[in-house]
């Protein structure tokens, strides 16, 4: 989920927050299942020992922890930035003035990566520290989870693309919450996919699994160059470099096309598997 701290109202925030889960529950669900399929057998049983502790009736197992940091967020305050980093740019050559937040996804991958490999940590942190990496690695992938443009209308940023307003395509209708702005359409994979409530059904497991099967066979492991570059400041600049090159060609206020809503999707679907790869990399690196 995204949201900065500023002085907003309770009612704004509440809005914002339901506009801005990055790749909203399902994409958070494929990534953890990508990445669970790719754990040693060491770091599987010490995630799902951890798992356990504190485990709830929407997360209950590694895949469906995925979306388990923004189930929190409305009580977690604290929590907000954790989930990107403002990484600013502008288009028209004026100088960038605004820096991240000193606590953003950055931060926070590299606190929780600490924690989880700290076996005299007690277990209640160090299963806090595994859910929120499950879900921020996930979330530093959505490439407007990594900037905000800087313009002369939002000299400090436009908050990762919420402050963008687009026209929602007629192919969005059936969605349930058409995207407003460039954000809530990046967080549904450009239309890749939709809501999956959890607890799962065997259905929507059998759906989640499907993705993960599809988003690997078209992206496998080999084929990514980086697929094994576990520094987190590294996914950072890779999703502002797709923000720079293709996120913001749009002009705002329009409809994306049917050229854009396909390009989007093929982007989301790499980064969404680049993220389960990484995911169980670090985690492997940490507890395997």
Not at 231 to 246: H, I, M, R, T, V
Request: with cysteine; aromatic share 8%; proline share 6%.
């Amino acid at each position: 989920m995204r949201s900065h701290t500023r002085a907003l109202s309770l009612c704004v925030l509440a809005a914002l927050a339901a506009s801005s889960q990055a790749w909203i529950d399902t994409g958070h669900m494929i990534v953890a299942d990508i990445a669970y399929l790719r754990l040693t057998p060491t770091a599987k049983a010490e995630a799902d020992r951890l798992l356990k502790v504190g485990a709830t009736e929407r997360s209950y197992d590694f895949i469906t922890t995925g979306p388990w940091a923004d189930d929190i967020r409305n009580q977690r305050r604290e929590t907000g930035t954790w989930h990107y980093i403002d990484l600013h740019f502008r288009e028209d050559g004026k100088p960038v003035t605004t820096k991240p937040d000193a606590e953003n996804a950055v931060w926070a991958i590299t606190k929780f990566s600490a924690i989880l490999q700290d076996k005299t940590k007690p277990d209640t942190e160090r299963a806090e520290a595994l859910r929120f990496l499950i879900h921020i690695v996930g979330d530093i992938h959505q490439p407007l989870h990594a900037t905000s443009r800087d313009t002369d209308a939002h000299p400090e940023g436009d908050k990762g693309g919420n402050d963008f307003p687009i026209t929602a395509p007629a192919s969005f209708d059936a969605a349930g919450r058409p995207p407003r702005n460039l954000h809530s359409f990046w967080d549904l994979g450009g239309g890749l996919f939709t809501g999956e409530r959890r607890p799962l059904s065997t259905d929507s497991k059998s759906r989640i699994d499907a993705f993960a099967a599809k988003f690997t066979a078209d992206n496998p492991e080999k084929s990514l160059d980086k697929a094994h570059d576990l520094n987190p400041q590294d996914w950072a600049e890779e999703s502002l470099g797709y923000d720079k090159s293709f996120v913001y060609s749009l002009k705002e206020g329009s409809t994306p096309s049917p050229e854009y809503i396909k390009q989007a999707q093929t982007i989301a679907e790499q980064r969404i598997t680049l993220a389960g790869y990484r995911l169980a990399g670090l985690l492997n690196k940490l507890i395997g």
